[in-house]
């Protein structure tokens, strides 16, 4: 039995949306001080959507599969849908991860967290959680 998915070696082969934003408006890095893995992430955000995203992963596969399924997951879409993307939809579109590599794709989710924290300290807006009050 394979121990990844096919998605998941397909991103971590061809990863999409490696590199840096030089105009990015919202930056994040994250890491894992047990497995040491880092993961930067790039937005550049226009009429609050993520018009752009690019990320740097230094680490395993499944933290370089996990953060370019997150930036398509969230590339072209309001940041407040990025703001509700979490480590479960990333393991899910890369349909799953073994249970030892879930801690991958937190890093994914907690790197655009931090990105967007950065954007709303740099713009001073806040981004509605998508609640339909
Ligand atoms: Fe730590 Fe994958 S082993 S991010």
């Known amino acids: 039995m394979a121990l990844y998915s096919e998605k998941v070696m ?6 999409r949306n490696v590199g840096v934003i030089e105009d990015a408006n919202g930056i994040g890095e994250v890491g894992n001080a047990k497995c040491g893995d880092i993961m930067k992430m790039y ?38 849908d990025a703001m ?20 991958c794709s937190v890093l994914a989710e907690e790197a655009i967290q931090s ?8 713009t001073g807006k806040r981004i509605e959680n998508g609640g339909n009050a």
Do not use: W
């Not at 499944?62 to 940041?79: D, F, Q, R, Y």
């Not at 990105?115 to 740099?122: G, I």
């Open 10 to 15: 397909d991103h971590f082969r061809n990863p």
């Open 43 to 80: 937005l550049k955000i226009e009429d609050d959507v993520i018009q752009d995203v690019k990320f740097e992963t230094f680490g395993c596969g499944s933290a370089i599969a996990s953060s370019s399924m997150a930036t398509e997951l969230i590339k072209g879409k309001p940041v407040a």
């Open 84 to 103: 509700k993307l979490t480590n479960k939809a990333v393991a899910e579109a890369l349909d799953g991860l073994p249970d030892y590599k879930m801690h």
């Open 115 to 122: 990105a967007l924290e950065d954007y709303q300290q740099r």
